[in-house]
């Protein structure tokens, strides 16, 4: 049986203005698979996941989520997809708990109370569900992000730094509670990051992004080790 890939980047480029981010970038994700993108700051992970999520479009080459191309069927794209970005996307004078309850009202074939009382327990969130967002703090904020993005029971999540700027006890709550018991077989999760321990708890493939292009892949925890090494020469050969 042939397996379906979720995502697919075919020869694809990008540039702003003279500076070029991403060059002849290929990359497939197959259903279900929890694909963690390496790179340092810089390397072009942002511009990655917003060609994903359809924010933007490539200069050259092809992006297919699901087998519908970025080109001409973004709205069916983001009808599947779940996005966690760098910036929370929230209404800071809203509550957490009326957040929600807006964006839902674009998913209305979700149970909004069932997945409500879920994901409020696992992202450790109930206590802090009336407070505005406004209040919250970083970690809060992005636990919230998630919680929103997880709403509609996506296909797939695409997350952008989730870890970044998180303190211990939430990264915990991540890779200890979010993961193991959300995220089900049927979910297709790409990620970035720059931190390795991080996407050692989370991944079952690792890719690292160097000039603009996914350069190294492991797609065994056998080969993880091999590859972690070589990312961190990537990084202090750049410093």
């Known amino acids: 049986m042939i ?38 700051n810089g390397s072009g992970k942002t511009t990655l996941v917003k060609l994903l999520t359809t924010l933007y479009s490539p200069d050259q080459g092809e992006v297919i989520i699901n087998g519908y191309n970025s080109s001409n069927h973004s709205e069916q794209i983001r009808t599947i997809m779940g996005y966690v970005g760098h910036n929370s996307l929230l209404y800071a004078d809203l509550t ?52 929103k993005a997880m709403m509609s029971s996506p296909s797939i999540l695409i997350m952008d730094e989730p870890d970044a700027g998180l303190d211990v006890n939430s ?48 797609h065994s925890k056998d080969e993880f080790p091999e590859l972690i090494d070589k990312y961190k020469s990537i990084n202090e050969s750049v410093l």
């Open 96 to 147: 957490a708990f009326e957040n929600l309850q807006f964006f839902s009202k674009f998913y209305p074939h979700i149970d909004f109370d069932e997945q409500f009382e879920y994901l409020s327990r696992i992202l450790n969130l109930s206590h802090l569900i009336n407070q505005k967002v406004g209040k919250l703090s970083h970690g809060e904020q992005k636990r919230l992000s998630i919680m």
């Open 3 to 40: 397996e379906k890939n979720s995502i697919e980047i075919n020869n694809v480029s990008k540039s702003f203005g003279s500076n070029p981010i991403l060059n002849d970038c290929f990359l497939s994700v197959r259903s279900s698979e929890r694909y963690v993108l390496l790179g340092s």
């Open 171 to 218: 990264i915990y709550n991540l890779t200890e509670q979010f993961f193991p018991n959300v995220i089900n077989g049927n979910m297709t999760v790409f990620l970035t990051t720059h931190n390795s321990d991080f996407a050692l708890s989370v991944a079952n493939t690792i890719g690292i992004l160097q000039s603009g292009k996914i350069e190294f892949q492991a």
